[in-house]
C-alpha cells in the first residue's frame, strides 16, 4: 500500500487550564497543567497510525528543552525521526482552556524549527511510494512556506489534504491561491469556512471552494457534526454524543481519519461519520492524543460496515 506523507509539526502542548481567560492587566489563577506531544502534523499521523494506514512524519526535531521532550515522545511511541536538528530551538503551544467554558481552546504559540520544510527533509523517506499529502496552514504560512508548495508543485500526481486552520485569513493571498490551484482538498472548520468564502452558510461555503479547487472539501460543524462536499452531493454526518473536555486535537484527528478512511476505500459519507466518531473521543479527554487503548474503544463503537471495511 502506499503512504501518505504527513508535513508539519510535533510541538509540545502546554495545557493550562484557568477559570477564565484573562484581560489585560488581570491577575488568575492556573487551577491545573499539563504536557503532551502535540502538533498539528503528528496528532494527524497518529491517527493514521492508529489505523493503520502508511504514513511518514516530516517533522524537523530541534533541540532545547521542548526539542528534547518531542524527541524522547517520538522515540518512545516508535516513530521515526528523519530530521533532528539539535543546535536549533523546537518550539511550544500554549493551550489555554476555560474551566467554565464549552472546553474551547486559545493557543500562545511558540514557532521553532519544526514548522519548517526543505526538500533535503525528505532525503530518509521512501518518497516512491509516496500517493498523498497533509499540510497545514501554520507551516504554508511560515518563511519556508513556497518550499512545500514547489514539492507539491513538482508533484502534481498526489492527492494533497490542506488543513488552512484558524489564521486562514492570515496565509498570504498569493500562496492561498497557488494551492488553491494544485486542486487541494481543504478541511476546515464552519467559521473558517464561512471567513474565507464570505457566505453565509457553510453549504454555500462548500460548493464556493469546491469552485475554486475542484476538488471535495470536508467542513466540521463541532457539535452539530460534519459535512462533506464532491461537487455533486453533500453528504452529512451527525455528532456522535461525548462529554466535552476540551477541543485540543479535535480538527487535526478528524483531518486524519478522513485521510486514513479514504485510504482504505471508504465513501466521503462513511469517512467523515467515522472522524466524527475519533474526534469525539478526542474532546472527551485532555490534550489532542488518543492512547491505544483510548482508539480500540473508539473502533468498538464504529458501526459493523465500517469496521469491516477499513478491517478492524
Not at 481552546?105 to 519548517?116: K, M
Request: hydrophobic share 35%.
Amino acid at each position: 500500500m502506499n503512504q501518505t506523507l504527513v508535513i508539519g509539526s510535533a510541538v509540545v502542548d502546554v495545557i493550562v487550564r484557568v477559570e477564565h481567560l484573562p484581560k489585560c492587566g488581570e491577575d488568575v489563577h492556573v487551577s491545573r497543567q499539563s504536557r503532551s506531544l502535540g502538533g498539528c502534523a503528528y496528532l494527524v499521523s497518529d491517527i493514521l497510525r492508529h489505523f493503520g494506514a502508511p504514513y511518514s512524519l516530516c517533522t524537523a526535531v530541534g533541540g532545547g528543552m521542548y526539542g528534547d521532550f518531542v524527541y524522547e515522545q517520538l522515540k518512545k511511541r516508535g516513530v521515526p525521526i528523519y530530521v533532528r536538528k539539535p543546535e536549533e530551538e523546537n518550539g511550544c503551544c500554549y493551550c489555554l482552556v476555560e474551566d467554565e467554558g464549552d472546553g474551547e481552546r486559545s493557543f500562545i504559540v511558540d514557532h521553532g524549527i519544526e514548522y519548517t520544510f526543505h526538500e533535503s527533509y525528505l532525503e530518509n523517506i521512501d518518497t516512491d511510494s509516496i500517493d498523498s499529502v497533509y499540510i497545514c496552514g501554520l507551516e504554508i504560512e511560515e518563511y519556508t512556506g513556497w518550499e512545500i508548495i514547489h514539492y507539491l508543485e513538482k508533484h502534481p500526481e498526489y492527492t494533497v489534504y490542506f488543513a488552512p486552520g484558524p489564521r486562514i485569513m492570515r496565509i498570504p493571498t498569493d500562496r492561498m491561491e497557488k494551492l488553491l490551484s494544485l486542486g487541494v482538498i481543504l478541511h476546515l472548520n464552519e467559521g473558517e469556512s464561512m471567513a474565507f468564502t464570505g457566505k453565509d452558510t457553510v453549504e454555500e461555503a462548500a460548493k464556493e471552494i469546491f469552485r475554486r479547487t475542484g476538488s471535495p472539501v470536508v467542513i466540521t460543524l463541532g457539535e452539530k457534526g460534519a459535512l462533506a462536499y464532491d461537487g455533486k452531493e453533500i453528504f452529512f454526518a451527525p455528532p456522535v454524543k461525548t462529554s466535552v473536555v476540551d477541543t485540543i486535537g479535535a480538527g487535526d484527528s478528524h483531518a486524519g481519519a478522513v485521510i486514513s478512511a479514504r485510504r482504505f476505500g471508504l465513501s466521503w459519507q462513511e469517512a467523515i461519520t467515522a472522524a466524527n466518531y475519533v474526534s469525539a473521543a478526542v474532546v472527551a479527554k485532555e490534550g489532542g492524543q488518543l492512547e491505544d487503548m483510548d482508539f480500540a474503544k473508539v473502533l468498538e463503537s464504529l458501526p459493523r460496515d465500517l469496521r469491516e471495511k477499513i478491517g478492524k
